[in-house]
């Protein structure tokens, strides 16, 4: 969709982390041990980026996301410094692009950016001089790299061996840049079976150009997974008429007790939050065991860490 | 009202602070201890929680008790996060167990929460795990602890015996958290005459079981007090008709150079802030000699440090 | 317009920054070489602030004078708090007198302060007690010290002397407290042609006194000037009727690459931001080779930490 090239150096470090698409499961794979090795040891000098400034602009609302990439960011010692929208120049009129080049200008180190539009954090990217990283945290309906890369080591602690896995995402995947970023970290690991299971108006086009089997129904979808993918209803970001809204919609594709038994027995949960209890998920299935979505926003912490850590030290002697 | 048990570990060490009914007399004068070693001996590395996470969580505005606060657990040198509810996932209808679940995911070690419904920091506390401390920072007309022991902090820096003195507090003690903190701790401590100076329709019907004093108006109320607590007029959480509003109420029940005589010459006037000049209080008497209403911001920052440094540390070993 | 005797300890030097005017050309030269050092020396620990704490305290929207507030603190490594007034206690109508007041008892260092009303901060450093410093970020049509300092910090990186310049301050000169600040220290550091070009309605009555010329249009006033000083159209502070907007300003105010061709070929161009494209400038020039738009910005970290670390250690051995 957006050019992916951009996000590297020309020796192939990272230098951005725009998307999942195109991103290397030996970078992936070199993410989840930084992660891994930031949970056990919490402190570590040579994590310490001392002087570095970490922005977060966020034009879209968020707690989760904006606040552990927050606390990743002060682990890691850098100043940090949030730009909320509504209460800054955009009353002004200022664009994008010169928010951005200000921000660049106050020789900020690594931009966190959400945004509305999807490839915003492409034009970012573009806009930014050699010395500064921009992180996606959600751009559109386009990707949401950290959300996926923190799934996946999730899935990485629970399972170990991505190729003997089956996965399936179940909803809204038309409005989900989580989706996306899902479906691309699954394919370069190497999961072998990747399932969606939507209603048909929320199917994308581009779906069938990547690889994954659609079901209709959670019944045919669920047999014999291993990892069960749920997302949020993005009913802020939705044209009318594509869905069956509550009730139907839990009725239809709702993981309850009953529907849950359609998977393996070692079958685990996961969603990027905040959910909608009886809408995607029954109560005792999100507080089950089963469950690890709460494992997900422990770990987004230390995944965020291991990619911020990773950008600045790469800004250090680069090409 | 809620149970207070929930506050202590089993060996009776302070886990969260809720309320301040029920709490000891050796817990408080421990905190006022460490707050006065705090004003004086302003840095110490045994305070230092470098890498404590503390999350302040309003869902009420305020200025003066987040920014104490936040300061207090900057100078712990926590990171601190600010999670604002309105630009946060309220907007998409998270409920407060999963905000608050998230943050615990998010290995925070102190919830600090401002909630507009009584028993909300109770509620939240049942909510977390055992590695995670709240501080209620005011919950609808329940609690504000924090209030409470910084009122009794300066009060004991100016008296040193609580067992001489009379306290007359006055106003809207029907919707006042911070009166009904102040009775309880002012009768844990040992103050043998507290007295409530209100209208009628202002009085809570629970407050004769507290062991208070009710008088109708300032010149009896005010007789021979030592300390007297001012109550900002709660307009915003008033159900209406209650109230004498603004001239009337100043008429009757203001502070002012006239009725501060009715006290003795020594007395001493305190405010929770922020105030409403001409309505609890002459603006003189709030500048004047009496008023220890800045002393209170002062001593809020060494109170609350010395809370969330001694919740911090009780987390450590603990049962 | 306010006494400006105010901003100085008795012994001359500063207490408080509060305006350009009065303000000396060795006070100016003093914080120049400081950020300067910053510039070239990131981290110093004679600059660390450790137990000190900043606060920002804006009354009118920000992101870019905020922001580097912010992280100018922060590089001392000083605490910052911002309050933001619409979630803060001016919706329970406390006064800015009492906001203050209580910054400063919760042993603020130093209170940054953007206020919409013409002489707010020196209202402020009144308040404070001598403890405490006051910078003014901005007070209404008044004055905007550091932006006026990062500006002459930016012009001498360029040129060295002052005492052969000629600068062209183009626009809305009614509104600006940018203007104000910058035509002082113009004035102050030998500037010996000081140039503003603006429609009639856009000149405030003082302009004559203050030793400017005036100039009707472009083309004479550009004539051979090294140094062009554009202005924000302020437009949510302006007076209906004033205004030849948009286009029409455009057309005979704006900066283009026609109209820049009036001035001498090395001459520099400069805007405070946030920008309108197309209205006081046109995108070329704000992003071609004579534009030092954003190296404004950068310097605007640098002067702002000499700024707040010149302050702070004033204030330790103040008379």
């Known amino acids: 969709m957006f050019k992916h090239k951009r996000q590297y150096y020309s020796d192939g470090r990272l230098k951005h982390l725009l998307t999942i698409e195109g991103l290397s499961k030996a970078h992936m794979q070199a993410i989840f041990d930084s992660a891994k ?12 980026h001392l002087n570095s400034v970490v922005a977060t602009l966020f034009y879209e609302p968020s707690t989760r996301t904006r606040t552990t990439f927050e606390i990743a960011a002060q682990k890691l010692q850098a100043h ?8 800054s120049s955009a009353l002004k ?9 200000n921000l660049a200008a106050m020789q900020t180190n690594v931009i966190i950016l959400r945004h509305s539009s999807s490839g915003a954090a492409h034009f970012v990217a573009e806009q930014v001089p050699n010395s500064i990283s921009v992180i996606n945290a959600g751009d ?21 061996d991505f190729s003997q896995l089956s996965v399936a995402i179940i909803g809204d995947v038309y409005h989900s840049r989580v989706a996306r970023s899902q479906i691309h970290a699954l394919t370069t690991l190497g999961v072998p079976d990747i399932r969606v299971i939507a209603p048909k108006t929320l199917l994308p086009a581009e779906l069938s150009s990547l690889g994954v089997t659609i079901y209709p129904d959670l019944q045919t979808g669920l047999n014999n997974v291993d990892v069960i993918l749920l997302l949020r209803l993005q009913q802020e970001r939705m044209q009318s008429g594509k869905l069956p809204i509550g009730d139907n919609y839990y009725r239809h594709y709702g993981l309850t007790e009953k529907t849950l038994r359609y998977a393996k027995p070692t079958a685990i949960v996961m969603h990027p939050g905040p959910m909608n209890r009886g809408v995607e998920i029954q109560s005792e299935i999100a507080d089950g065991p089963s469950a690890l979505i709460l494992e997900q926003v422990t770990n987004g912490i230390a995944v965020r860490m291991a990619v911020i850590d990773m950008l600045i030290k790469n800004q250090r002697g680069s090409p």
Do not use: W
Not at 140 to 160: N, R, S, V
């Open 93 to 101: 009129g200022e664009t994008l692009r010169d928010t951005v080049q």
């Open 37 to 48: 090795n930031i949970s056990t040891h919490q402190f570590s000098p040579e994590r310490a």
């Open 140 to 160: 559109g309906c386009h990707a949401h790299p950290t959300q996926a890369l923190l799934d996946m080591y999730t899935i990485q602690q629970k399972f170990k």
């Open 80 to 87: 940090v410094v949030n730009l909320s929208v509504p209460t």
